[in-house]
């Protein structure tokens, strides 16, 4: 047998499995701006921070194939531009602009000659990503009434809360709520007599389980969302003795909360969080350690990284709250600014562009939360007038906020939201 075999594995029974393609994978993604790739080999390309541009080989030889793919399906989002190094690519010269920007693409190109060059052998995008498990239920708990407190009120698919249930878990307020592993939810963090770092996982059938000991810095105040196929982030909020932050938790699909990783992105605290485009997520507003209010967003990858600062559009403000409708579109609504509270929103697209302010529907408040509920709509509820308020309002899968619906339970500040469960 003549020719090379390359990073082939020997099976069980002895014989060589050959590599796919006759290709030597690179093992480490390359997540730089810039990188010089090699003939007979694979590159997976990590465009999430930023765009990369690739350059090929001087001098390739005829059959030289090399094969390049969207690692994190950030293509789209920056993509990734051929320098063919002076060779011909598809029969154009080198000045030309070769971009590849589609979600999930692979290219797939191969020497010809030096009048043709550089020929796609194929450049398809793969369409079968993990989608993202829609919850139809929601669950409204903690929060502050004349005390913090540990009730809870579910959410029916039909937008209908029910009463309240007795609270499990240590009564605070100010924390973080996130789906999870496709059906169920958790309630993490807050402010009771001092921060905390404790979770309270929810099941699939809406029941709170009882304190666990956390991980990472305790905190209030922080924005919580779901990303990928049933995974979650926590993210900013203020700390004690450490003041506001832009640290992060991952949570993995069976609610287990990682240590804390160094933040991206203005430090602050009282923002809210959506799930956009199935499986991204997106973090914005808030109140930052210099004070004052901002609306500036942070957008979550579907591998759990946070980007950089995004200049908002929309009145900045804080207490506000976020839900995700119409399957990959998200709205943030109400809040306190100098007004002080307002019931503006403002929509996110599938892309996590966020919309220029729309004159609410409803009682303006702040201290307020939501969450999706019946696979594509939300509910906004509770919240702070100068006093509390149990109001409800739904928000449709077209994106439009109902009136207000006389709220069920005890009405309440300062509380928290999630999804959960996979069937109606």
């Given at each position: 047998m003549?020719?090379?075999?390359?990073?082939?594995?020997?099976r069980?029974?002895?014989t060589?499995?050959?590599?796919?393609?006759?290709?030597?994978?690179?093992?480490?993604?390359?997540t730089?701006?810039?990188?010089?790739?090699?003939a007979?080999?694979?590159?997976?390309?990590?465009?999430?921070?930023?765009?990369c541009?690739?350059?090929?080989?001087?001098s390739?030889?005829?059959?030289?194939?090399?094969?390049l793919?969207?690692?994190?399906r950030?293509?789209?989002?920056?993509?990734?531009?051929?320098?063919?190094?002076?060779?011909?690519?598809?029969?154009?010269d080198?000045?030309?602009?070769?971009?590849?920007?589609?979600?999930?693409?692979?290219l797939?190109?191969?020497?010809?000659?030096?009048?043709?060059?550089?020929?796609?052998?194929?450049?398809?995008?793969?369409?079968?990503?993990?989608?993202?498990?829609?919850?139809y239920?929601?669950?409204?708990?903690?929060g502050?009434i004349?005390?913090?407190?540990n009730?809870?009120?579910?959410?029916?698919?039909?937008?209908?809360?029910?009463?309240?249930v007795?609270?499990?878990?240590?009564?605070?307020?100010?924390?973080?709520?996130l789906?999870?592993?496709?059906d169920?939810?958790m309630?993490?963090y807050?402010?009771?007599?001092?921060?905390?770092?404790?979770?309270n996982?929810?099941?699939?059938s809406g029941?709170?389980?009882?304190?666990?000991t956390?991980?990472?810095?305790?905190r209030?105040?922080?924005?919580?969302?779901?990303?990928?196929?049933?995974?979650?982030?926590?993210?900013?909020?203020?700390?004690?003795?450490?003041g506001?932050?832009?640290?992060?938790?991952?949570?993995?699909?069976?609610?287990?909360?990682?240590s804390?990783?160094?933040?991206?992105?203005?430090?602050?605290?009282?923002?809210?969080?959506?799930n956009?485009?199935?499986v991204?997520?997106?973090?914005?507003?808030g109140?930052?350690?210099?004070?004052?209010?901002?609306?500036?967003?942070?957008?979550?990858?579907?591998?759990?990284?946070v980007?950089s600062?995004?200049?908002?559009?929309?009145?900045?403000?804080?207490?506000?709250?976020?839900?995700?409708?119409?399957?990959?579109?998200?709205?943030?609504a109400?809040?306190?600014?100098?007004?002080?509270?307002?019931?503006?929103?403002?929509?996110?697209?599938?892309?996590?562009?966020?919309?220029?302010?729309?004159?609410?529907?409803?009682?303006?408040?702040?201290?307020?939360?939501?969450?999706?509920?019946?696979?594509?709509?939300?509910?906004?509820?509770?919240?702070?007038?100068?006093?509390?308020?149990?109001?409800?309002?739904?928000?449709?899968?077209n994106?439009?906020?109902a009136?207000?619906?006389?709220?069920?339970?005890s009405?309440?500040?300062?509380?928290a939201?999630?999804?959960y469960?996979?069937?109606?």
């Open positions: 003549s020719g090379i075999i390359v990073n082939n594995v020997a069980a029974s002895g060589i499995a050959a590599t796919p393609g006759g290709l030597d994978w690179s093992t480490a993604v390359v730089a701006s810039t990188v010089t790739v090699e007979g080999k694979g590159y997976f390309i990590n465009t999430t921070s930023n765009a541009t690739v350059t090929l080989p001087a390739p030889a005829v059959g030289n194939q090399i094969v793919a969207d690692y994190a950030t293509w789209a989002t920056n993509a990734v531009t051929i320098d063919s190094n002076g060779n011909n690519f598809q029969g154009s080198d000045t030309y602009t070769v971009n590849y920007d589609t979600v999930g693409q692979s797939n190109i191969v020497y010809s000659d030096s009048t043709k060059g550089w020929l796609p052998v194929s450049d398809d995008a793969v369409a079968d990503i993990p989608v993202f498990p829609k919850t239920r929601g669950i409204f708990a903690y502050y004349s005390a913090n407190t009730i809870s009120n579910l959410l029916g698919s039909n937008g209908v809360i029910a009463a309240d007795t609270g499990v878990g240590t009564s605070r307020r100010a924390v973080g709520a789906s999870y592993g496709g169920k939810a309630f993490a807050g402010y009771s007599s001092a921060f905390v770092s404790l979770k996982l929810v099941n699939s029941v709170v389980a009882s304190d666990v956390g991980v990472g810095t305790a209030s105040g922080l924005g919580a969302v779901e990303y990928g196929s049933g995974l979650g982030i926590f993210a900013f909020g203020d700390a004690a003795g450490t506001y932050n832009s640290m992060s938790n991952l949570v993995n699909s069976s609610g287990v909360i990682a804390d990783v160094t933040g991206v992105g203005t430090d602050r605290w009282s923002l809210a969080a959506a956009y485009g199935n991204l997520g997106i973090m914005a507003y109140q930052p350690t210099a004070g004052g209010f901002v609306s500036l967003s942070n957008l979550i990858s579907s591998v759990g990284v980007a600062d995004v200049t908002g559009v929309g009145s900045a403000r804080n207490w506000l709250a976020a839900a995700e409708y119409g399957d990959d579109k998200a709205a943030f109400y809040g306190l600014t100098a007004a002080p509270y307002v019931s503006i929103k403002n929509l996110v697209t599938n892309l996590g562009v966020i919309g220029s302010d729309v004159s609410g529907v409803g009682t303006a408040r702040g201290y307020i939360a939501a969450t999706g509920y019946g696979a594509d709509k939300g509910a906004f509820a509770y919240g702070y007038t100068g006093s509390n308020v149990s109001t409800k309002n739904l928000l449709g899968n994106g439009v906020i009136a207000d619906v006389s709220g069920v339970g009405a309440r500040e300062s509380l939201a999630t999804g469960s996979a069937s109606a």
